[in-house]
């Protein structure tokens, strides 16, 4: 039903890729097409959570403009590393939280 994709019951888990572990999904595709749609089937909510502060100091550190279309391609590269892949660039003298 298109509801239930379009609205995800908040009771259901999904293993995320970011965190690597069980998490609370995103209740909508935050991003357009495919890719949109594999993030809400593979990152939480903590996930993407943790994607917006890092676009934050990319786009901060970088002095990157969103309504540039290069640093867009740029922030979306970096978004798919950073939830699919190698992790990404890190802003300069970013250090990772500690766990726990």
Excluded at 10 to 21: A, H, P, W, Y
Excluded at 62 to 87: K, V
Aim: glycine share 8%; net charge negative; with cysteine.
């Amino acid at each position: 039903n298109f509801w239930n994709n379009w609205i995800r019951d908040m009771s259901e888990k999904i293993q995320c890729v970011v965190l690597n572990r069980l998490a609370e999904p995103l209740a909508t595709a935050p991003w357009p097409g495919a890719l949109g749609q594999r993030i809400l089937g593979e990152v939480s909510r903590e996930g993407w959570q943790q994607w917006l502060s890092r676009q934050t100091m990319l786009i901060n550190e970088q002095r990157l403009s969103p309504i540039n279309p290069e640093h867009r391609a740029y922030l979306e590269a970096q978004m798919t590393a950073f939830l699919f892949g190698d992790g990404g660039d890190e802003p300069e003298g970013w250090v990772a939280p500690k766990e726990g």
